[in-house]
């Protein structure tokens, strides 16, 4: 009798031991999931990240992170999630675009945009130096 109590310990505390890694695996995956929609807006329509998205009932974000979790249990990394769902959904919908081809200009615009101002800036102030120099 006390053979079989035993038994029955060890049986049941190894079932308790695979459930709980099923349980932990469970939630690093869900984890990876929240971490990856930090990444990525939402294409609902709402322009929010796909973590945040406030729409009660939104079928895009539901779908969004399923995808994300099909992939991951193909033992995708998160970066190659990101990278299909860049390559699937367009650059857009991904918070940091990478930084080759066409998204090139995502990165470089501001840039350009803030070196045109000082030029044109510094010309500003240099012909309204010029200017004064020549009235006084």
């Not at 919908?93 to 030029?119: D, K, M, S």
Request: with cysteine.
């Amino acid at each position: 009798m006390a053979h079989c109590l035993r038994a029955r310990s060890v049986w049941l505390i190894g079932v308790l031991a695979v459930i709980g890694v099923f349980a932990l695996a469970s939630d690093d995956k869900s984890v990876r999931v929240e971490s990856i929609a930090t990444k990525m807006y939402c294409n609902c329509g709402c322009g929010e990240m796909l973590s945040e998205c406030a729409h009660v009932q939104c079928k895009r974000k539901v779908a969004l992170k399923r995808e994300i979790a099909d992939a991951l249990s193909k033992g995708d990394s998160d970066v190659t999630v990101l990278q299909q769902m860049g390559a699937t959904y367009g650059a857009t919908i991904l918070a940091t675009p990478p930084f080759r081809g066409f998204n090139i200009l995502l990165w470089v615009w501001p840039f350009g945009v803030a070196a045109v101002a000082i030029v044109i800036l510094l010309v500003r102030l240099r012909k309204g130096r010029t200017v004064q120099g020549i009235q006084g």
